[in-house]
């Protein structure tokens, strides 16, 4: 379908021809060729059009093709119609002449440190991505209906009973679904614990007064403690973890009893006791980061310290180390008097953690792929330790590496003195890695020494050798 005008000067002025072709119909084809005409110029501002008729016929169009046409253009405001004046290019519209597209350059992103070495990250290409698409695919299809409206805000019941299946089997956990809550990680567990909103007879004391922490530890979490209007007393540290025997009237503690963070060792099995003993005598909880509980190199893992009295201890764990930050899929293991007031804070219905995702993990654990990436991954990281203890010994043989054989991360000892620069000499180097210093409580009566704190999983296995020598580079030579 084609169709052209050849106007005369006395009409608009000058001579313009309009081809009518392309999908869409005649009116859309004059459309595009109207506006094609002004964009390019050859219509000019303030030029006057035909009338309908007159361009009807000149293209063997309807009348109504050209009215309904030069209207849409009006609306769009390439055109502009008046009663008395007809029809004419819009005044403020503006030709492009002699256009060149410019290619679009995407914007310069920071440059990174050429190696991670910094601590709690996973190794992100190790997440299994077949089997998580395989679990993801049957929750899908096999979901009931009433999954895919508002959630209960304790979790899917698929997972909390998985969950409380597998935590009895790996970690030593005494519970029932019903006192699990579902949540997005350990901070958001923090936020709905320590919500003004719990403050009520019934929630116990842990929301109430000062709360124990370990003297070292994430700010972050502190932060967030301290913006809920809660204080935290640091306790001493020493080989033997926490000292529990320097609480007092504390109303809660929080505690890395399997490994802890960052120092890297576990609470004594005879501070195990006492920290229970002292819950029990107190009327208060001990709060358990499990955070990377399943991962322990030397031996089996110790079980969790929630197993020792369930009424006692809120156990809280993750994904996020053993699968990925990403999910934002966490748990509270509750003693029963806390599962309402944390049930109502958080609402009434689930706002955090997708359902699906939820479902998904269910099937994951349920069918046993989670266990197997557990286990391949504790061998990946147990090398990977292994390679860092060997490259110290090889090249830096003053720097001592401490902490159990556990975890993401690995305590280098430094000589006095020397924290500050290495870490500065580091990033100069392209490495990032954490300073003990930064996760010491600030008003903590311990003073851990000089160190580094190294996270062995981030970087990807090609990459690691480079990583083990330039973090060598960097290193105090010895005194």
């Not at 929750?139 to 209960?152: I, M, R, T, V």
């Not at 099995?269 to 955070?291: C, K, M, N, Q, S």
Request: net charge positive; glycine share 10%; charged share 25%.
């Amino acid at each position: 379908m084609t169709g052209s005008w050849v106007n005369s000067a006395e009409r608009i002025g000058a001579d313009l021809h309009l081809e009518l072709s392309g999908p869409g119909g005649r009116r859309a084809a004059l459309t595009r060729a109207l506006r094609e005409a002004v964009r390019s110029g050859r219509l000019a501002p303030g030029t006057r059009l035909p009338p309908y008729r007159s361009l009807a016929a000149d293209l063997g169009v309807a009348r109504n093709t050209v009215a309904d046409a030069y209207a849409e253009l009006v609306a769009e405001g390439w055109l502009t119609a008046r009663q008395g004046s007809g029809t004419r290019v819009a005044e403020r519209t503006e030709p492009l002449r002699h256009a060149v597209r410019t290619p679009v350059k995407a914007p310069l992103r920071a440059r990174g440190p050429r190696h991670d070495l910094r601590q709690g990250t996973p190794d992100a290409s190790a997440f299994p991505r077949a089997a998580w698409a395989a679990s993801y695919r049957r929750a899908l299809q096999e979901a009931p209906n009433e999954a895919f409206g508002p959630g209960d805000p304790a979790g899917r019941r698929e997972l909390r009973e998985t969950l409380t299946e597998y935590l009895a089997r790996a970690r030593g956990v005494r519970t029932e679904p019903d006192r699990i809550v579902i949540c997005s990680g350990f901070a958001h567990a923090l936020r709905l614990l320590f919500s003004r909103g719990t403050r009520e007879p019934g929630a116990g004391g842990v929301l109430r007064g000062p709360l124990g922490v370990e003297a070292y530890g994430l700010g972050f979490h502190r932060e967030l403690l301290t913006e809920a209007g809660v204080r935290t007393v640091p306790l001493p540290l020493d080989e033997h973890g926490a000292r529990v025997d320097a609480l007092g009237r504390e109303r809660a503690v929080l505690l890395t009893p399997a490994h802890q963070f960052p120092t890297g060792g576990p609470l004594h099995p005879e501070r195990r006791a006492a920290v229970i003993d002292w819950a029990r005598a107190h009327g208060t909880v001990v709060l358990e980061d499990d955070y990377d509980g399943e991962f322990r190199y030397d031996r089996r893992p110790v079980g969790a310290l929630q197993g020792l009295d369930p009424e006692r201890v809120i156990h809280i764990g993750s994904v996020s180390k053993s699968l990925s930050p990403a999910l934002r899929l966490g748990w509270m293991v509750l003693p029963q008097r806390y599962v309402e007031p944390v049930l109502a804070v958080k609402g009434e219905r689930e706002g955090w953690a997708s359902v699906l995702d939820q479902l998904a993990l269910a099937d994951f654990v349920a069918c046993g792929s989670y266990d197997r990436h557990v286990r391949r991954m504790r061998q990946t990281y147990r090398r990977r330790r292994d390679r860092l203890v060997a490259a110290l010994a090889a090249q830096a043989p003053q720097i001592e590496v401490t902490g159990i054989a556990a975890g993401l991360h690995a305590v280098l000892r430094l000589p006095p003195g020397t924290e500050r620069s290495t870490v500065k000499a580091a990033a100069w180097q392209g490495v990032a890695l954490d300073g003990l210093a930064a996760f010491r409580h600030p008003e903590s009566p311990t003073e851990a020494g000089d160190g580094l704190v190294v996270g062995y999983a981030a970087p990807a296995e090609h990459g690691y050798g480079a990583a083990l020598e330039a973090l060598c580079g960097v290193l105090p030579p010895p005194v």
